[in-house]
């Protein structure tokens, strides 16, 4: 199981939304089957993309490809029942149902159709109550999933890879198969139960044997309570032994730091009020040999029992992943609410002990596909902020949550000028150094800088407001000057693509490669503590056009340079620089490769004579733009992070909201794939006269930044469509205080000053 002692991790429990084009599939039946199975390793590999975008750090595939939900797809992967069709009329269930104690206490509510599970049957006009199906053993169960395990496995294992991210895999276990599962073959419950186990033992050892964390889904050991309501605690708890020893013996010779045991008092929207408090049985879960342990924590009749951590143990080497976001509720939770209830178990069981997790699988039990990740994507933020407050804290004599390096981020108070403190910085005042302090992103470093009451030395050849010397960063004597007592560098000066036209070969390589090396070799001499150099996705070049026919291309920063430029050569030049500084003098880099965040207008006549300025920045934010708000804020989080980091390089552009599996219709009718995710795009683009690009060719991907730096950029386009509507700037208060600057003091085409 992982663990870190860097930060709190995330991830969730189960059941995420299918992909539009695989539900459609899905609810086809099984005249679709063929097209559904083809259509699984995209839709896989874009649920897999979407919680890494959304900062979960161990991801599944959604459960996407499962007829009969967590509890029945393993009808599909086992043989020795047989279907039944009961008449309504000689139906009798076994047991109470999972809201048996609920059902007893309130009667009108669930007589009413209300609640998760509502008591009511299908009636066929004529003929009363629809028959009933039943699932009986009848003979020796046998497992015949193999081949459906494995492709699951295989395009979760896939998809976990093309990001570089641990995944697990769910199945169910004994005692909860027993819920739908009549016995007429074997002589009692002991051994139905372990010939169950036996079926379940052959999957969970595919998935872990595999090399995937293996999660067993356990609703039944809380929610059997509710089944049996004449049952006092001591005959449940009996009952419930039984149910656990069969899943011990399902998971023998499974290592258990791959296992993760989930528990929770059922999916169902209820009162909830006979649940069997954790107390009562949690030291049944705690006899499940594994590395990790779910348990439902943010529903409101549990989260209270926060408090039983205070006397259980967990077994040595485990974690815990509390629920701290839900199911019950569309609402979405707070990040600082997230934070609260991580901290709170951090302070029982130790920061490095603790995952950030759901109490449940999500999908189909909150309203909409969009709450789903929404949560998610808070429930990461959460963490983060948890993980922030938690830093150097020894909470339970063990290894804490490492702080950050106290250096370069620190913030002097939580906000500035222009909104929220990038990051959250909490460090001391520093010393920095921020080159091209005359430029777009040099002015607005040193504004924020010295908002935050850091001591900033500018430095550019053209003097400004923000430059407190003028002169060159490939003047050694300058820069030997500059950095003496530094903390950290920021360096933006440099000669941008559109001075290719204006200034020769050898200026780029005097301005981009020997300034860049100049400040290198100064800053580990004045040991300097981090070193953030800003590069340009220009340095992708030829990467970022796709030959005709081919989908857009997903950049990630594994996508090779290929620079079509003067400009793109010494920038992947000077990014090569910065990995040789840190391997020779172990000065900690960060090269930040930043999409377009500039506000003059695009340099392409064909571009500009067909398109409003604000309309092509808007179309951008879908797959190339950023804002300098968010671009400061990176700057500054890998400012905090360079020690720990080392050397790295990142992508800094907007969020996009495009999957892999979108890229192909990208290039072809993107107006069609924004109309699927943003449907009232085209009625504020028709009220002001704009359109969208035909066609995308590349888009930019920051799930590295956002995973490794903590970075949350603001601005994307739903942000910026959403400000539009509403008649504002959707430009962040930052960008509209630098304004326009040009890159030329003489007037040379679009992009003159």
């Known amino acids: 199981m992982r663990r870190s002692t860097e930060r709190i991790l995330v991830s969730h429990a189960g059941v995420l939304p299918r992909p539009d084009g695989l539900q459609r599939l899905f609810d086809a039946g099984p005249e679709e089957q063929e097209a559904f199975d083809a259509a699984l390793p995209g839709a896989v590999a874009e649920v897999v993309a979407r919680q890494v975008a959304a900062g979960i750090d161990i991801v599944n595939d959604g459960e996407v490809s499962k007829r009969g939900l967590f509890i029945g797809y393993i009808r599909d992967r086992m043989s020795g029942f047989e279907e039944r069709t009961v008449p309504a009329s000689a139906f009798r269930p076994r047991n109470a149902g999972v809201t048996g104690r609920d059902s007893r206490d309130f009667p009108g509510f669930y007589a009413a159709g209300l609640g998760g599970f509502p008591i009511r049957r299908l009636v066929i006009p004529g003929q009363g109550p629809a028959p009933v199906t039943e699932y009986v053993c009848t003979g020796p169960l046998k497992y015949t999933g193999a081949a459906d395990a494995r492709a699951d496995i295989d395009r979760l294992s896939a998809a976990a890879a093309a990001h570089g991210v641990d995944a697990f895999l769910p199945a169910i276990t004994p005692g909860t198969v027993e819920h739908w599962l009549l016995n007429e073959h074997y002589p009692d419950d002991e051994s139905f139960l372990a010939a169950i186990a036996d079926v379940l033992h052959e999957e969970y050892k595919a998935i872990t044997d595999a090399g995937l964390l293996l999660q067993v889904d356990d609703p039944d050991l809380p929610d059997g309570w509710q089944m049996f309501p004449d049952m006092t605690v001591p005959e449940y708890r009996r009952y419930a032994a039984l149910?656990?020893?069969?899943?011990?013996?399902?998971?023998?010779?499974?290592?258990?730091?791959?296992?993760?045991?989930?528990?929770?008092?059922?999916?169902?929207?209820?009162?909830?009020?006979?649940?069997?408090?954790?107390?009562?049985?949690?030291?049944?879960?705690?006899?499940?040999?594994?590395?990790?342990?779910?348990?439902?924590?943010?529903?409101?009749?549990?989260?209270?029992?926060?408090?039983?951590?205070?006397?259980?143990?967990?077994?040595?080497?485990?974690?815990?992943?509390?629920?701290?976001?839900?199911?019950?509720?569309?609402?979405?939770?707070?990040?600082?609410?997230?934070?609260?209830?991580?901290?709170?178990?951090?302070?029982?069981?130790?920061?490095?002990?603790?995952?950030?997790?759901?109490?449940?699988?999500?999908?189909?039990?909150?309203?909409?596909?969009?709450?789903?990740?929404?949560?998610?994507?808070?429930?990461?933020?959460?963490?983060?902020?948890?993980?922030?407050?938690?830093?150097?804290?020894?909470?339970?004599?063990?290894?804490?949550?490492?702080?950050?390096?106290?250096?370069?981020?620190?913030?002097?108070?939580?906000?500035n000028a222009f909104g929220p403190a990038p990051g959250d910085c909490t460090l001391a005042a520093v010393r920095v150094v921020v080159t091209g302090s005359s430029g777009h992103l040099g002015e607005a470093l040193v504004r924020v800088l010295r908002d935050g009451g850091h001591e900033v030395t500018g430095v550019d050849r053209k003097p400004s407001p923000y430059t407190t010397v003028a002169g060159s960063v490939a003047d050694r004597e300058v820069v030997r000057g500059c950095l003496t007592g530094a903390d950290a560098v920021l360096h933006t000066a440099t000669l941008h693509k559109p001075h290719v036209d204006s200034h020769s070969k050898q200026d780029f390589v005097d301005a981009n490669v020997t300034g860049t090396l100049t400040l290198l070799e100064e800053a580990a001499a004045a040991g300097v503590r981090g070193f953030v150099f800003t590069s340009s996705t220009s340095a992708f070049g030829r990467a970022l056009t796709p030959a005709p026919g081919e989908p857009a291309a997903w950049i990630t920063e594994e996508v090779a340079a290929r620079p079509r430029n003067i400009y793109g050569v010494t920038k992947t030049a000077a990014e090569d620089l910065c990995e040789l500084a840190h391997a020779e003098h172990g000065l900690p880099v960060i090269v930040l490769r930043t999409s377009r965040f500039f506000p003059e207008g695009d340099d392409r006549d064909e571009v500009r004579t067909v398109y409003a300025d604000a309309n092509v920045k808007a179309n951008e934010y879908l797959y190339r733009r950023v804002d300098v708000a968010d671009v400061v804020d990176a700057h500054l989080l890998a400012m905090e992070r360079a020690a720990d980091v080392g050397f790295g390089k990142y992508i800094v552009s907007a969020t996009t909201p495009f999957a892999p599996s979108d890229l192909a219709t990208l290039r072809a009718d993107a107006p069609a794939v924004v109309r699927r995710l943003f449907p009232d795009y085209e009625a504020e683009y028709a009220r002001r006269g704009w359109r969208m690009f035909p066609s995308i060719g590349r888009v930019y991907v920051n799930t590295r930044a956002r995973t490794d730096l903590g970075w949350t950029p603001r601005h994307d386009f739903r942000s910026v469509l959403d400000a539009l509507t509403a008649g504002e700037d959707p430009r962040s208060p930052l960008a509209q205080a630098i304004g326009l600057k040009g890159y030329h003091d003489k007037p040379t085409g679009v992009y003159t000053s």
């Open 243 to 415: 149910r656990v020893e069969a899943l011990n013996h399902a998971l023998r010779g499974i290592p258990p730091e791959q296992v993760r045991l989930h528990v929770c008092w059922g999916s169902h929207h209820g009162p909830h009020r006979d649940d069997i408090p954790l107390r009562d049985i949690v030291d049944l879960i705690l006899s499940v040999p594994a590395g990790c342990y779910s348990i439902e924590a943010a529903n409101p009749r549990h989260e209270h029992e926060w408090i039983v951590w205070e006397d259980a143990k967990l077994p040595d080497g485990a974690t815990l992943m509390p629920g701290v976001v839900g199911h019950a509720t569309d609402i979405i939770e707070h990040p600082e609410l997230i934070a609260q209830r991580l901290t709170r178990y951090a302070q029982l069981v130790g920061a490095e002990n603790v995952i950030a997790g759901t109490d449940c699988g999500l999908a189909g039990r909150v309203g909409h596909a969009e709450i789903v990740w929404a949560k998610l994507e808070d429930l990461a933020a959460g963490a983060r902020l948890a993980s922030r407050a938690l830093a150097g804290r020894s909470l339970s004599g063990a290894s804490p949550i490492q702080p950050p390096v106290a250096h370069p981020c620190a913030r002097a108070g939580p906000e």
